[in-house]
């Protein structure tokens, strides 16, 4: 069976646009600044046998504040970037909806883990997803997931005391979740 781990993109793997770029969105590949760590941590999971697939609301399509041939260019940089540093992305998965068309892929409902494992081929069964807000850790947990809090977002540790859905383990960033990840799944 194929191993995978989920992860949010903006807040997780890029510094988190809010409040500093355009519309608070990754709205061209200038704003896509990956924060210390998040390619080595995508190396270390596919080198310890992980398929990294990449789960994100990006709602700023919706609201018009880019197309979706602007997000596939800085989608396909990422990806490039990645491969560069010696890693895969599997997959990105992206609801543009806005929360107003309440479909069922914008986390936290769980539609783009299901159409992940269907594009990939795989079971989710026992796998992590690794966010940086309680929308992503409730997405996790309503998908059946183990829930990973890196604190390199939005997210800041005191915040958590107010969520109705905690996480199952929290870290400062992606690097330090992918040790922990590849560590626990050796013990098991």
Same mark, same amino acid.
């Given at each position: ?53 990449? #789960?994100?609301?990006? %709602? @700023? ?6 197309? =979706? ?8 940089? $990422? ?68 829930? #990973?809090?890196?604190? %390199? @977002? ?6 958590? =005391? ?8 929290? $870290? ?17």
């Amino acid at each position: 069976m194929k191993k995978i781990v989920f992860i949010d993109r903006d807040g997780v793997v890029n510094k988190d646009p809010e409040g500093w770029t355009d519309f608070s969105y990754v709205t061209k590949w200038d704003d896509f600044i990956f924060l210390p760590g998040a390619l080595d941590a995508i190396k270390l999971l596919n080198d310890a046998g992980f398929m990294v697939a990449v #789960i994100s609301n990006q %709602a @700023g399509i919706s609201k018009k504040y880019f197309t =979706q041939e602007e997000l596939d260019l800085v989608t396909d940089k $990422f990806k490039l970037s990645v491969e560069e540093h010696g890693g895969k992305i599997a997959g990105v998965f992206y609801c543009t909806h806005s929360s107003a068309d309440n479909c069922e892929c914008r986390k936290p409902k769980p539609g783009l883990f299901k159409k992940a494992e269907e594009c990939l081929g795989i079971k989710s069964k026992g796998s992590f997803f690794i966010g940086d807000t309680e929308r992503d850790m409730e997405a996790g947990k309503k998908y059946g997931l183990k829930t #990973i809090l890196v604190l %390199a @977002g939005k997210t800041h540790f005191n915040d958590i =005391q107010k969520w109705a859905v905690k996480p199952d383990y929290i $870290f400062k960033d992606l690097y330090a979740a992918a040790r922990f990840i590849i560590d626990k799944v050796k013990k098991i």
